[in-house]
């Protein structure tokens, strides 16, 4: 059943995110990128920012072959489909009107958030942090704890959307890492969402990588980070045997980067966190590692230089999935590999932006050249 609900949710997002790319031109003035020149802009022609929607879809349309097999999953994807639509719809406003200012987005996250803990109990009432354990030892300090940390996740998978297959590759590792500890524990039902979620996932990456002929959209980013946070928290909660820090650790990337820019923006640019620039680590990546065609405007080149980004991202991402799942109950390891990359990340953000970066990690013309 696993296989065929996977290939459901595959296919179902793939032809629904097809829909959106065969619609660009009708769609491009409701819900196309036209920002061609901002701060964290690109990509070299407008494109449909709404594949979000053959996400969600996606992982939708596996509820009545599960409400055929078994009925309580099914529910209980129904419930957390319902939950994650105050988030989803918020992104999918800005997506279409670009009226929609951080701050309601972030509020209606934290709605969806708020729903999950009463609708299907995603709750955080254990973190082996001290002061923190007592806090969620209420209900009430717990619920609190919850929205905060499914919101800026949520928020954070927004923030590092930024280049071709950059959060969609990295939601799929980390989906990835949860099946594999839920499989490994006993817990099925979460296993079979984190797999449904990657082949949805996956359907909407061959159409956005690395051609970016359509792209996530906050609608589904905040879809993405509230699907990731809410399966680590019910994997959490249902599962003793797995680490408080497993969740942290497997979404360690997005998060760091969101909690480096606040302490860049605020503290060193003495700017508000909420305005966007063009110096989150991926950017640098892209302006300072990856040098084939710069300063070439012409499309081709400008998205192939995009999607070769993306991939020195991935390798990031992939050092805090894969010690979070293969060390999941162990909290004492969980916290050392999360101060590691924490470092790393730090080391090689400021390596990069004083341009003092390994010359392996550089991708310029005179590389291609010797190569060949």
């Known amino acids: 059943m696993t296989i065929w609900l996977m290939l459901c949710a595959f296919g179902g997002s793939f ?5 959106v790319v065969r619609s660009a031109g009708r769609l491009a003035r409701l819900a196309g990128d036209h920002d061609l020149s901002g701060p964290q802009k690109f990509h070299a022609r407008v494109v449909p920012r709404i594949g979000g929607l053959g996400i969600f879809g996606g992982v939708a349309v596996i509820v009545p072959m599960l409400a055929y097999r078994q009925p309580s999953w099914a529910w209980s994807a129904v419930l957390l489909l319902a939950s994650a639509l105050p988030a989803f719809v918020a992104g999918l406003a800005e997506d279409f009107t670009k009226t929609q200012s951080p ?3 972030l509020v209606f ?8 803990t009463w609708l299907v109990d995603a709750t955080i009432v254990r973190t082996d942090i001290p002061g923190l354990d007592w806090i969620v030892a209420y209900p009430l300090g717990a619920a609190l704890v919850t929205i905060f940390v499914v919101t800026g996740v949520a928020n954070a998978v927004n923030i590092i959307d930024g280049f071709n297959g950059l959060a969609s590759m990295c939601a799929v590792l980390m989906l990835g890492g949860l099946a594999y500890v839920a499989f490994d524990v006993g817990d099925p039902l979460i296993g079979l969402l984190s797999l449904v979620g990657m082949a949805a996932v996956m359907g909407f990456f061959v159409w956005n990588f690395p051609a970016g002929l359509v792209f996530l959209g906050d609608g589904g980013a905040y879809f993405l980070g509230f699907y990731l946070a809410e399966l680590a928290i019910l994997l959490l909660h249902r599962n003793p045997g797995v680490s408080p820090m497993f969740p942290l650790l497997l979404c360690v990337y997005p998060v760091f980067e969101t909690v480096f820019s606040i302490y860049r923006k605020k503290w060193l640019r003495g700017m508000s966190p909420g305005v966007p620039d063009g110096v989150h680590l991926h950017m640098l990546v892209f302006k300072r590692l990856m040098r084939w065609a710069v300063g070439n405007r012409d499309a081709r080149d400008l998205t192939r230089r995009n999607s070769l980004t993306s991939p020195y991202l991935w390798a990031l991402c992939s050092l805090s999935v894969v010690p979070a799942v293969l060390f999941y109950d162990s909290t004492r390891v969980q ?7 924490a470092l790393t990340y730090v080391v090689l953000y400021w ?11 550089v991708f310029s013309p005179s590389q291609q050249r010797r190569k060949r």
């Open 15 to 19: 032809v629904l995110t097809l829909l």
């Open 335 to 341: 916290a050392v590999f999360i101060v590691l990359f």
């Open 109 to 116: 996250t934290a709605v969806a958030a708020a729903l999950a």
């Open 103 to 105: 701050r309601r987005r």
């Open 351 to 361: 390596r990069i932006v004083r341009f003092r970066a390994p010359r392996w990690l």
